[in-house]
């Protein structure tokens, strides 16, 4: 039965906006255009969508039906569906993964803050390059401008937090989504008549199929599991405040198609911009953070677009911070009855120490790597390449296997009241093509 005394989504848009808002942010606008760029642009692009219509759906559903079915967070939910067995250790290791992510996303959604600050004075807009390259450098060699924008970001994801389901995380999304989306496609009208556009556009949208490799089809599945926030607890933890009555499928295909949208959108606007101002597409960071201050130099009203554009980057941070917070904090409330706020403030006080540590790694004169990789680096293909597809695999290997066949026909159907072939489908896919398709791609990774 349904829990009715736990918090739920108020609507079915109330649903795709928080899931979409989880799923559409950094990972799209900044990480996507970075992946795509140092694994061949159109070869990425063609690998990643064929990837996403194969699993994108299936994956974002099999975490929903644990969710919902048990209305608990990512530990909860199996200890609830599968009492007395190790399967709760995949939803604590949701957690953890999600937790890891707060401390290296927090650094970027930081940077945001401090590129408002400065686009209110106008002064990170320009078309010289090397001098948008010592801006950026400046910042993250700074002795307090990440780490102070870092923790006030983290700040400001744990009131929206506290304030709970609805009121929060729900309205929050339902405002901040729409917003992001409009300027994203005004900023892409502009990129697009840029001079020299078009070698952009080439290297994003026509695939070279020498580059496809393993490497490529990895990266891929690492971008699809990251920017559809898979594998990390937070579907299931947004699942369990799902409503009984909500179609789960055609949530999971709304939530797809306005990730790949924006993703889309963003290597649409970055890859002709950078081209144009000779920026390579392998630059990394400098894709976001250089980038876009060029084409706002080149813009009419390019003031307004530069500041209003980082104001809806930080927002597009934040919805997904929340739904990394949320994760960490129904967990400490479930599980170690915590009191909301309180599992809270333990949540913001220990990110902004490690994120401490992460931000720091970036730093020039910094000794914190691993294997010659910055902390940051380390912990970002972590994540993507091994813990969240890992994570990932278990949970339709769950809900394929593990689960009651009628219990998972039951959530897909919501009850029984919604019938569809394409039900069928998903949980085929969950069942064989998704566990088949991704160890197989995890063990080719690994043997090479």
């Given at each position: 039965?349904?829990?009715?005394?736990?918090?739920?989504?108020?609507?079915?848009?109330?649903?795709?906006?928080a899931?979409?808002?989880?799923a559409v942010?950094?990972g799209n606008?900044?990480?996507f255009?970075?992946?795509?760029?140092n694994?061949g642009?159109?070869?990425?692009?063609?690998i990643?969508l064929?990837?996403?219509l194969?699993?994108?759906?299936?994956?974002?559903?099999?975490?929903f039906?644990?969710?919902?079915?048990?209305?608990k967070?990512a530990?909860?939910?199996f200890?609830k569906?599968?009492?007395k067995?190790?399967w709760?250790a995949?939803?604590?290791?949701?957690?953890?993964?999600?937790?890891?992510?707060?401390?290296?996303?927090s650094t970027?959604s930081?940077?945001?803050l401090?590129?408002?600050c400065?686009s209110?004075?106008?002064?990170i807009?320009g078309?010289?390059?090397?001098?948008?390259n010592?801006n950026?450098?400046?910042?993250?060699n700074?002795?307090?401008?990440?780490y102070l924008c870092q923790?006030?970001?983290i700040?400001?994801?744990?009131v929206?937090?506290?304030l709970?389901v609805?009121k929060g995380i729900?309205k929050g999304s339902?405002?901040?989504?729409?917003?992001?989306?409009?300027?994203?496609?005004?900023?892409l009208?502009?990129s697009?008549t840029?001079?020299?556009?078009?070698e952009?556009l080439?290297?994003f949208l026509k695939?070279?199929f020498s580059?496809?490799n393993?490497?490529v089809i990895?990266?891929?599945?690492g971008?699809?599991f990251?920017?559809?926030?898979?594998?990390?607890?937070?579907m299931?933890t947004?699942g369990s405040y799902i409503?009984?009555k909500?179609?789960?499928?055609?949530s999971?295909?709304?939530?797809?198609?306005?990730?790949?949208?924006v993703?889309?959108?963003a290597?649409m606007?970055?890859f002709?911009?950078?081209?144009?101002?000779?920026?390579?597409?392998?630059?990394?960071p400098?894709?976001?953070?250089?980038?876009?201050?060029?084409?706002f130099?080149?813009?009419?009203g390019g003031y307004?677009?530069c500041?209003i554009?980082?104001?809806?980057l930080?927002?597009?941070?934040?919805t997904?911070?929340i739904?990394?917070?949320?994760?960490?904090?129904?967990?400490l409330v479930?599980?170690h009855?915590?009191r909301?706020?309180?599992?809270?403030l333990l949540?913001l006080?220990?990110?902004?120490v490690?994120g401490?540590?992460?931000?720091m790694s970036?730093n020039?004169?910094s000794?914190?790597?691993?294997c010659?990789?910055?902390?940051?680096d380390c912990?970002?293909?972590?994540?993507?390449?091994?813990?969240?597809?890992?994570s990932?695999?278990l949970?339709v290997?769950?809900v394929g296997?593990?689960?009651?066949?009628?219990?998972?026909?039951?959530?897909?159907s919501?009850?029984g009241?919604?019938r569809?072939?394409?039900?069928?489908?998903?949980?085929?896919?969950?069942?064989y093509?998704?566990?088949i398709?991704i160890i197989?791609?995890?063990?080719?990774?690994?043997?090479?």
């Amino acid at each position: 039965m349904e829990n009715t005394n736990r918090e739920k989504f108020g609507s079915k848009i109330g649903v795709v906006a928080a899931a979409a808002g989880s799923a559409v942010g950094l990972g799209n606008i900044y990480r996507f255009p970075i992946v795509a760029g140092n694994n061949g642009g159109g070869a990425f692009l063609l690998i990643y969508l064929l990837i996403l219509l194969l699993l994108g759906v299936s994956l974002i559903v099999a975490e929903f039906i644990i969710g919902r079915r048990a209305a608990k967070n990512a530990v909860g939910s199996f200890k609830k569906l599968a009492p007395k067995t190790a399967w709760p250790a995949v939803g604590f290791a949701g957690v953890v993964t999600a937790f890891t992510i707060i401390t290296f996303y927090s650094t970027v959604s930081g940077w945001t803050l401090d590129y408002i600050c400065r686009s209110v004075f106008d002064n990170i807009r320009g078309d010289n390059l090397e001098t948008m390259n010592a801006n950026f450098n400046a910042l993250i060699n700074s002795s307090w401008r990440p780490y102070l924008c870092q923790a006030l970001f983290i700040i400001m994801t744990a009131v929206i937090i506290i304030l709970g389901v609805q009121k929060g995380i729900e309205k929050g999304s339902k405002i901040m989504m729409p917003i992001l989306l409009v300027i994203l496609l005004i900023l892409l009208v502009r990129s697009l008549t840029l001079n020299g556009a078009g070698e952009g556009l080439a290297f994003f949208l026509k695939p070279d199929f020498s580059k496809i490799n393993v490497d490529v089809i990895i990266s891929a599945l690492g971008q699809v599991f990251f920017s559809l926030s898979i594998g990390m607890g937070t579907m299931i933890t947004y699942g369990s405040y799902i409503s009984k009555k909500d179609n789960l499928v055609s949530s999971a295909v709304s939530i797809c198609i306005c990730d790949t949208m924006v993703a889309f959108i963003a290597g649409m606007i970055i890859f002709p911009a950078a081209m144009a101002f000779g920026i390579t597409p392998t630059a990394g960071p400098g894709l976001v953070f250089n980038t876009l201050p060029m084409l706002f130099g080149q813009m009419h009203g390019g003031y307004f677009f530069c500041l209003i554009f980082f104001v809806l980057l930080a927002i597009a941070s934040i919805t997904s911070l929340i739904s990394l917070f949320e994760v960490v904090v129904a967990y400490l409330v479930e599980e170690h009855s915590f009191r909301r706020r309180n599992a809270t403030l333990l949540t913001l006080i220990v990110s902004i120490v490690f994120g401490i540590f992460v931000t720091m790694s970036l730093n020039e004169h910094s000794t914190l790597k691993i294997c010659g990789e910055t902390l940051f680096d380390c912990l970002d293909m972590i994540t993507a390449n091994y813990l969240m597809i890992i994570s990932g695999m278990l949970v339709v290997l769950f809900v394929g296997w593990k689960m009651k066949k009628a219990d998972t026909i039951d959530e897909l159907s919501s009850g029984g009241t919604i019938r569809s072939l394409f039900n069928d489908l998903v949980y085929f896919v969950i069942k064989y093509v998704a566990p088949i398709a991704i160890i197989i791609i995890f063990v080719k990774k690994i043997l090479d």
